[in-house]
């Protein structure tokens, strides 16, 4: 990671799991390709396309199942958003509606998910409902259900099939089927047991219409990080095509360890790709240095802090959560001391105004090279340890316990 201007692809990406890669294989290949014929135009034009679409892809889900499943919630869950927050998709309503509605991703614009109404609110024929709702503009549909999956969701799915569009099944509530369980039978209650019994369930009704057997993944809203919302969205992004996985990635709450690293791998590709671009680019002779594109460095570090929750108004909703001061959590964050030491830091209030500020036109190769050397290696610190800040807030006996400005000790130095 700390020597990211080699030019080996193939290698570089080795070290990411699929469900975490940016990149497809087929990509990594033409790349490799063109290196390997010293074409250099055409790497650096496929790095551009490839970046392009990292940057710029939409990503739309479909989330329809019947009133009273906790669809609203799911959604809400998915976004990262709290049911009485602003913008929240509404809970508990009566659904009368056959449109749908769409809710932009508050943190990243490019992630849309739509509430369709249950088709059992409608007069749609399964392959009509599809047709009515616009089927072919969402990337895959969930189909929720809060009790056993009916026939006509089956029938639903196995219409989404036949147009060959991914489709997922999600049992929500499982955290109040496990309580009940709990209580009415204390003796006996056996967790495992009780989940397997519903996952079987559900698993047997949709089998009397589907050919195959799917998958369905148990979750609660209230609790992403439990149950399988995590198995949820490690299978959505292992079958999302790997230029949509970043923003998928990035739109994700990160309340769980696996979560918060899978950001950080996949901004690692990105920061690195930026870098690579760079590099094929100042090799390509005539260099019209001008034509660079120099980045507010402040400006992209707030928005990895946004990826990973700890924006200013992520931070407070945590301190509300914690009982604690906003200031108390920012003292405890190795992330924001990067912001404000002053020894021996690569951001340094000086530096930071010159690197972002300095003309283009004053770029020679080698000053080019410096500059988005620095910024790589401060990028991917900062995301580092932004990834550490997150991964400590989960756990907050933990996390407070820590003696603030300990963690000063913990960055390294340039």
Not at 159 to 176: G, L, P, S
Not at 354 to 374: K, Q, R
């Amino acid at each position: 990671m700390d020597q990211p201007l080699k030019f080996n692809f193939e290698n570089f990406f080795k070290n990411f799991k699929k469900e975490s890669k940016i990149l497809s294989e087929e990509t990594i290949a033409l790349i490799e390709s063109h290196l390997k014929n010293e074409n250099l135009q055409g790497a650096l034009s496929t790095i551009t396309h490839a970046l392009r679409n990292i940057d710029k892809a939409p990503l739309n889900i479909a989330v329809t199942g019947e009133t009273g499943t906790g669809k609203s919630s799911f959604i809400n869950a998915l976004r990262g958003v709290r049911d009485e927050e602003e913008g929240a998709a509404k809970t508990g309503v009566v659904e009368t509606t056959t449109e749908r509605t769409p809710y932009p991703h508050t943190k990243v614009p490019n992630v849309t998910i739509w509430d369709l109404p249950g088709i059992e609110s409608t007069t749609f024929t399964p392959q009509n409902y599809l047709m009515e709702m616009k089927f072919d503009e969402y990337d895959f549909f969930i189909i929720i259900s809060a009790t056993r999956f009916k026939k006509i969701e089956a029938h639903l799915a196995k219409a989404i099939e036949k147009m060959n569009t991914k489709f997922y099944f999600v049992r929500t509530k499982i955290d109040q089927d496990i309580s009940n369980e709990q209580r009415s039978k204390p003796k006996s209650f056996n967790r495992v047991d009780v989940l397997n019994r519903i996952r079987n369930d559900c698993s047997n009704n949709l089998q009397e219409v589907l050919s195959s057997q799917p998958p369905v993944f148990l979750v609660s809203n209230f609790d992403v990080s439990n149950f399988d919302f995590p198995n949820l969205e490690t299978t959505l992004l292992s079958e999302l095509p790997a230029h949509k996985r970043h923003i998928f990635m990035m739109s994700l709450h990160s309340v769980t360890e696996s979560a918060i690293n899978r950001k950080r791998d996949s901004l690692r590709q990105k920061i690195w790709l930026e870098a690579q671009e760079v590099e094929v680019w100042a090799t390509i002779p005539p260099r019209d240095f001008n034509k660079v594109k120099m980045q507010k460095l402040e400006e992209t570090l707030n928005h990895y802090r946004s990826y990973f929750g700890l924006d200013e108004a992520s931070l407070e909703n945590i301190a509300k959560d914690f009982n604690v001061s906003v200031n108390e959590i920012k003292a405890h964050l190795k992330s924001l001391h990067l912001l404000t030491k002053n020894k021996g830091m690569a951001f340094k209030e000086k530096e930071l105004e010159y690197i972002e500020y300095i003309p283009c036109v004053t770029f020679g190769p080698l000053d080019l090279g410096l500059y988005f050397e620095t910024t790589y290696k401060q990028k991917i610190l900062f995301i580092d340890n932004l990834a550490s800040d997150a991964t400590s807030l989960l756990n907050r006996e933990e996390f407070l316990s820590e003696k603030p400005g300990s963690c000063m000790s913990d960055i390294p130095e340039y």
